[in-house]
């Protein structure tokens, strides 16, 4: 069966790196649906009680 093309739901969980700092992995169909690469510069940011996570403008 075909995943849908948008508003995909995943359980993820939150994993502590390096003592300070929390990582959330990402699907890898959300990632190239999005064309997101290694290396991407990303704006995270919170709105009331959810985070977005955007790709950053090209300076």
């Given at each position: 069966?075909?995943?849908p093309e948008n508003d995909q739901t995943?359980?993820?969980k939150l994993?502590?790196?390096g003592g300070k700092t929390f990582a959330?992995?990402?699907p890898i169909e959300?990632?190239?649906q999005l064309g997101l690469k290694k290396g991407?510069?990303?704006m995270?940011?919170?709105m009331a009680d959810k985070i977005i996570i955007e790709k950053a403008e090209q300076k």
């Open positions: 069966m075909a995943r995943s359980r993820r994993n502590l790196v959330v992995s990402i959300i990632i190239r991407d510069d990303l995270v940011r919170r």
